[in-house]
């Protein structure tokens, strides 16, 4: 699952950061219409096992395979072993062309390191050891600079750093901090409303480039930003363009002391009011004080790859449709300069967990004695964590009708439960007690679908499904914050299965040794199940409820 930054995005750029929101219980009602007159098994869904889960997943999410980054070697010898599988177990390549490999083209952008270089009153600094740049090429040439303290306007709190300050064609200079008395959490709606970024007040206002004090943070994972930038770059998908188009520079505290040298206040004493919270005073630097600044940045085009197996249905009209079923197999990656001894987000749970869960579906689908009279699509997207690229790609160029899929029921974190202790654990305590999963969207678009899914449960393992999340306006937004979206957009009734968030959700510490393979392996049988149902009725679930604009726009 992808983080929330959906207000705060490009406009943050460096200013990097999560949104705590409190999670509000709006548990919604669900009339359940009792057991449905099918049988208490369905197809083949006892197969599912935890062994096999297990087994996977030690692969899956080991360290071999650095974090499944987007696009990496770990990620596609992911793909290579889950398409091996799908060809033991004979479900056909479903990418077209023979293959079980969606490829898709990614922009790889680095800092050009050598053209890339910074001078403060005729000195020289150098890329990585004094500054680093957001990734934004541009080229300066003897800009005067303005302080503006953190450099953050709140309306709603009279905060305006720049009254009487003319910023056009400079420099802005603030501290890397939101102004005192602020949280993330006042800054609402979106940027450019009633508050608005450094980077973004500077642009609107004609200014050439933000230079930001480091902060203590900064300073800490300074080696882990540079690699990121410089030696591994930055991935994005389409055409996007960013927000910002103005570089931000990070610097050092030796070209923070001579940019000040001989100003009003010193660097120091800048940097010192970060910690005794007292306020700032923004002014203009001397006029003789001139900054040049060329920011290069260098661009290549790499693939990464959704995977895709169809297991063709029975029935000779029923299977020109389909039931799909996916998860995310990428994660994000590694970092060699990440402060600790552990330098692997291994995404057990994310979304290991969904990876093998859907593996234990088409195998218990692949080997069923009596087959699907519809068809099943498998799908493992990649980039889901980038900004669920793999489903944007593969629901933008379907390799059959997206008017044929009859429900899309994605899984992504299916693998941690309460264990003892939780129930009081801050970050754990909302994480499903055994026998139970939250769902969303069952019965979003599709009374029928939630209509299924609760039958279906009823008559089988009888989990607990929670519906808390189940909103689109639920503070957490987990609607909208992996692949089963991109399908709902685009009018395909989708139900997400899911764990929610804990402690371990994209820390290093996802690891397999904390995930509960019997509670898992009852969810991966009971989506199962609901696929089998699904790929059986005769009729398809109605769309009774069209999303509406205002949820289709969103991203
Ligand atoms: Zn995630």
Not at 541 to 551: I, R
């Amino acid at each position: 699952m992808k983080n929330a930054i959906k207000h705060i995005s490009a406009a943050a750029l460096l200013f990097v950061f999560i949104i705590g929101v409190p999670a509000h219980v709006s548990a919604q009602k669900k009339t359940d219409k009792g057991a449905a007159a099918a049988p208490s098994t369905f197809g083949n869904a006892n197969s599912i096992n935890a062994t096999e889960l297990r087994d996977w997943l030690t692969f899956i999410a080991s360290d071999e395979l650095e974090g499944r980054d987007t696009p990496s070697k770990g990620l596609d010898i992911a793909a290579r072993y889950i398409a091996s599988h799908l060809a033991n177990w004979g479900i056909q390549p479903g990418a077209g062309e023979g293959t079980y490999f969606q490829r898709f083209p990614l922009t790889k952008t680095k800092i050009d390191t050598a053209a890339t270089s910074l001078q403060v009153n005729g000195e020289n600094f150098n890329y990585g050891k004094d500054f680093y740049s957001s990734l934004t090429a541009a080229n300066i040439s003897g800009a005067s600079l303005v302080f503006a303290g953190n450099g953050w306007v709140v309306k709603s709190k009279n905060i305006d750093p720049y009254a009487g300050l003319n910023v056009k064609d400079k420099i802005v200079i603030v501290v890397n901090s939101l102004p005192k008395g602020v949280t993330f959490g006042d800054l609402k709606g979106p940027v450019g409303g009633d508050w608005q970024s450094p980077p973004y007040y500077a642009q609107q206002n004609g200014a050439k480039a933000v230079i930001a004090f480091s902060t203590f943070g900064n300073m800490a994972s300074w080696d882990a930003t540079i690699y990121g930038q410089s030696d591994k770059g930055v991935v994005s998908y389409g055409s996007q363009k960013p927000q910002i188009t103005i570089p931000t520079l990070t610097v050092s505290p030796r070209v923070l002391t001579n940019i000040f040298l001989d100003e009003k206040f010193s660097a120091a004493a800048l940097f010192n009011k970060t910690i005794t919270g007292d306020a700032f005073e923004s002014f203009e630097l001397k006029p003789e004080k001139r900054v040049s600044a060329t920011v290069a940045t260098k661009s290549e085009t790499v693939y990464t790859q959704n995977v895709v197996g169809i297991l063709e249905g029975s029935d000779p009209v029923l299977k020109k449709e389909y039931v799909a079923i996916g998860a995310h197999y990428d994660h994000v990656g590694m970092n060699p300069f990440f402060n600790g001894p552990d330098k692997i987000w291994n995404g057990a749970d994310d979304d290991g967990s969904g990876t093998v869960g859907v593996m234990s579906i088409a195998k218990a689908f692949a080997e069923s004695p009596t087959k699907p009279k519809r068809s099943i699509l498998f799908i493992w997207h990649a980039g889901e964590e980038k900004g669920l690229w793999g489903s944007e790609y593969f629901t933008e160029n379907p390799t059959v009708p997206m008017t044929s899929i009859v429900t899309q029921l994605n899984v992504d974190m299916i693998g941690r439960y309460q264990n003892p202790g939780d129930e009081n654990h801050p970050q754990n305590k909302e994480l499903p007690k055994q026998d139970e999963i939250y769902l969303i969207g069952s019965r979003m678009m599709s009374t029928e679908l939630g209509d299924l899914s609760d039958s279906v449960n009823k008559s089988f393992l009888n989990l607990k499904f929670n519906f808390r999340y189940d909103d689109p306006n639920d503070p957490e937004q987990f609607f909208y914050r992996s692949d089963h979206f991109n399908y709902a957009r685009r009018g395909v009734p989708i139900i997400f299965y899911m764990d929610g968030s804990h402690a371990d959700y994209h820390r290093v510490t996802d690891t397999v040794d904390k995930i509960n393979f019997n509670s898992m392996e009852k969810v991966a049988k009971t989506i199962y199940a609901t696929g089998w149902e699904l790929s059986n009725r005769a009729v398809r679930p109605k769309v009774d409820k069209p999303l509406p604009a205002s949820v289709i726009g969103s991203n």
